[in-house]
């Protein structure tokens, strides 16, 4: 029994470390998103601003197709002017032409603040292209150690998984199935050792006879109040 219970000591630490290595393999997607969001949001600002900027050159577009449609408006109004018969239809006419000379002015503002726009914004879209590859160069070399890191632990977790294997077909069926369920139980830690007069998995007290026999290591016995199995260490038999 004693070969049996430094078994279960072993395959608890080796099942231990398959939940640990699972959990960080489990995680290492979560931390790549996490570590590549800036990256993502960078792109995103970027594709914003090039919409931006497709809006603003088709508003210059249209404010140069409409600027050169109110040139010509104005040319035809001051070709008209001389045919003219009364100071009220010339009247009108010159307000005609200031209203057309007062919607160029407007038209011309529209497209001088689109033109500034635009250049502002191919200014601000360079700027964060070349930060972006700056980001991205430093994120690859930062995605290549924890890939590298993950596929060692991934390379640990299948030697583990091995040696588990192994070892749990050395223990009884019985024993291995008693161990499973305190390890799932109480939470990674089915079996534990004596410290002294105490079970070190509850921290009470054991009866003396209880620890007595635990150090005859003559048979699996456990805790009376958590149920762990109970062993003592082979510096203290």
């Not at 104005?74 to 010159?94: D, F, G, M, P, Q």
């Not at 635009?118 to 070349?130: G, H, R, S, V």
């Not at 294997?165 to 019985?174: F, L, Q, V």
Request: net charge neutral; charged share 30%.
């Amino acid at each position: 029994m004693k070969e049996q219970l430094a078994l279960l000591v072993k395959l608890q630490t080796l099942d231990l470390k398959r939940q640990k290595d699972k959990d960080l393999l489990k995680d290492f997607p979560e931390k790549i998103s996490i570590a590549e969001k800036p990256l993502a949001d960078a792109r995103s600002e970027i594709e914003a601003a090039r919409a931006q900027l497709e809006q603003l050159s088709q508003v210059r577009k249209e404010s140069e197709l409409a600027l050169q449609m109110i040139e010509e408006k104005i040319v035809k109004l001051k070709l008209r002017l001389t045919e003219l018969k009364t100071n009220k239809e010339y009247h009108a006419h010159l307000q005609e032409i200031a209203a057309a000379r007062k919607s160029k002015s407007e038209t011309e503002d529209r497209l001088l603040n689109a033109m500034e726009g635009m250049d502002q914004l191919k200014t601000e879209i360079a700027e964060k292209q070349a930060k972006l590859a700056e980001d991205e160069a430093a994120f690859s070399s930062v995605k290549k150690e924890m890939q590298d890191e993950m596929d060692q632990v991934a390379s640990e977790a299948a030697a583990v998984e091995a040696e588990w294997e192994a070892t749990s077909e050395k223990i009884s069926k019985s024993l291995l199935s008693s161990y499973q369920r305190l390890f799932k139980s109480c939470k990674g830690l089915a079996v534990v050792p004596v410290n002294g007069q105490t079970c070190t998995g509850c921290h009470f007290s054991l009866p003396p006879q209880l620890i007595a026999e635990v150090k005859m290591q003559s048979k699996v016995l456990t805790c009376g109040y958590c149920h762990r199995i109970l062993y003592i260490k082979p510096t203290e038999v």
